[in-house]
């Protein structure tokens, strides 16, 4: 992880860890190597011209840093678009001047192409999170995959109108090479994260900012959801983490491509 911001940023903080987090660093450094090309049939070669403007290849690996730097924190906003939690997370965005990654699915997407449009005109940035949010994806043909991830490109360009998604997140991060490689050739970043909040099983939102404060250490970008039940305790939790990770000296931003 190329996190030397001095003793007190990013590098100074592993090394000063335990013993789980030197683990996550050496994780870290497989995933670099998975950025050499990927061995096997490229799907590039099947891939049919993409809608709504060009797409450029980016790395393949699965992206954790901030473009914003050593103490920059990527906020990023699974599962939706939903009409009743969108607009509030939308809102403390705004509030605290915050741009996250919202990762779509395209059935979300299709449902509710009004919240598409205004996370990207509020400066959002969009990542394709696959048609149906199978987990399970992983132990799929490739053409299922393929068919999770295309559909899915084009329903959100769809919603979007014209706008593409930068990234691309399994859902529960069931990556394959082929999904990675696939996406990349798209444009999609594969997107991972380093702070998993579990608000998606309402642990209260004292747990989801507890959880933050802990663990932000581990990395840049955390994982919220805007949809599948309950969000209140997302947006309350937003509404108190967002200034404390101001107060520490962290920036917000989007993940590398
Ligand atoms: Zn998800």
């Avoid at 980016?58 to 599962?79: F, K, L, M, Q, Y």
């Avoid at 998606?200 to 599948?228: C, S």
Wanted: with cysteine; proline share 6%.
């Amino acid at each position: 992880m190329a996190r030397h911001g001095g003793g007190r940023g990013w590098y100074g903080k592993l090394v000063g860890a335990a013993l789980g987090v030197t683990v996550l660093a050496v994780g870290a450094s497989v995933w670099t190597a998975q950025a050499d090309p990927v061995s096997g049939p490229s799907p590039k070669a099947t891939a049919s011209a993409a809608p709504g403007g060009d797409s450029e290849q980016v790395d393949v690996s699965i992206a954790h840093a901030s473009e914003a730097g050593a103490r920059g924190v990527n906020i990023t906003i699974d599962d939706g678009p939903d009409p009743a939690w969108t607009p509030q997370v939308l809102d403390i965005l705004r509030e605290y001047g915050v741009k996250a990654t919202f990762c779509v699915t395209g059935i979300q997407a299709q449902a509710h192409p009004d919240l598409v449009k205004e996370v990207v005109a509020a400066g959002h940035r969009l990542c394709n999170h696959t048609v149906s949010h199978d987990v399970t994806m992983d132990k799929k043909p490739e053409a299922y995959q393929k068919k999770e991830i295309l559909d899915a490109e084009r329903m959100i360009i769809e919603a979007s109108g014209g706008v593409r998604s930068m990234y691309y997140r399994a859902p529960g991060g069931a990556f394959t090479p082929y999904s990675r490689e696939l996406a990349a050739s798209r444009g999609m970043r594969p997107l991972g994260w380093n702070v998993d909040t579990k608000d998606f099983e309402q642990p209260g939102a004292d747990a989801i900012v507890a959880t933050v404060q802990r663990e932000i250490a581990n990395g840049p970008t955390v994982l919220f959801h805007d949809a599948g039940g309950d969000r209140a305790q997302t947006v309350e939790a937003l509404r108190r983490v967002l200034p404390w990770l101001e107060e520490q000296g962290y920036t917000f931003g989007f993940p590398v491509r």
